[in-house]
């Protein structure tokens, strides 16, 4: 026969037992499964990522390549991102892309960088960051119009809404005056609840976004092979 205090221990969950409940999966092996559609539940914030180190634009694509592992719509538009001497004509990320179900893409950047002595023309570099504003504006009606807290189907044109919008590199856009911080605080505005917003890009503190921002991540350089002349590599920067 067992007292109270018998029956209080042996009823009480161990360490073990409330590390595996708090544990995402609960301590199960994670596993692929196919991706079908469906929608999030806890999407809804901005994030920001900035800063002089190589890894933003990685970063911003990884996690749109988890939301799509989850069935969720994912939609990446680029600013800045045009082609120069040093890359491909087409980037690996755009390959993996558009084998991945739910996670497409869209480029407005144009040849070279501006500011740089690379025979670019620098009005067209402002023409076609103009021209992404409006895409984002685009982009950001099409999801306030859709129903984001139901699934969206994979293969659907992002004009149809998506879960995750990334406007990729836009930062640098706004630091470079092609387009103003007020342009980018729009976008936050113009945002629907339920819509993941994403902006990525430059190396100065985007102070303008601090206090609108959900998350904002910095990515510091300590090192970096470009300074001892490094070209952009195959596979990681391209």
């Known amino acids: 026969m067992t007292d109270e205090h018998e029956t209080a221990e042996t009823s009480t969950p161990d360490d073990s037992d409330r590390?595996?409940?708090?544990?995402?999966g609960r301590g199960e092996k994670p596993e692929a499964r196919p991706i079908e559609p469906a929608a999030p539940e806890e999407f809804g914030l901005v994030q920001v990522w900035w800063g002089d180190g190589k890894g933003k634009t990685t970063a911003t694509m990884g996690m749109g390549l988890r939301a799509a592992g989850?069935?969720?719509r994912v939609h990446?538009?680029?600013?800045?991102?045009?082609?120069?001497?040093?890359?491909?004509?087409v980037r690996g990320e755009y390959n993996a892309i558009a084998a991945l179900p739910g996670f497409s893409y869209e480029n407005l950047g144009h040849y070279g960088w501006h500011g740089m002595a690379d025979g670019?023309?620098?009005?067209?570099?402002?023409?076609?960051?103009?021209?992404?504003?409006?895409?984002?504006?685009?982009?950001?009606?099409?999801a306030t119009n859709?129903?984001?807290?139901?699934?969206?189907?994979?293969?659907?044109?992002?004009d149809?809404?998506?879960?995750?919008?990334?406007l990729d590199e836009i930062l640098y856009a706004a630091d470079r005056d092609l387009i103003t911080?007020?342009?980018?605080?729009?976008?936050?505005?113009?945002?629907?609840?339920?819509?993941?917003?994403?902006?990525?890009?430059?190396?100065?503190?985007?102070?303008?976004?601090?206090?609108?921002?959900?998350?904002?991540?910095?990515?510091?350089k300590e090192r970096h092979p470009i300074e001892d002349g490094q070209r952009a590599r195959k596979g990681t920067e391209f």
């Open 19 to 24: 590390v595996v409940e708090n544990t995402p």
């Open 70 to 72: 989850h069935g969720y």
């Open 76 to 89: 990446m538009l680029q600013f800045m991102k045009g082609g120069a001497s040093s890359v491909d004509a």
């Open 120 to 142: 670019s023309d620098e009005a067209d570099h402002a023409a076609q960051a103009r021209a992404g504003l409006e895409r984002a504006h685009e982009l950001l009606d099409a």
């Open 146 to 158: 859709a129903d984001l807290e139901a699934p969206i189907p994979l293969e659907a044109d992002p």
């Open 160 to 166: 149809a809404g998506v879960h995750m919008l990334i």
């Open 181 to 220: 911080p007020d342009d980018v605080l729009e976008l936050v505005d113009a945002k629907p609840p339920t819509l993941e917003l994403v902006l990525s890009g430059s190396h100065e503190r985007p102070e303008y976004l601090l206090e609108r921002a959900d998350l904002v991540t910095r990515v510091e």
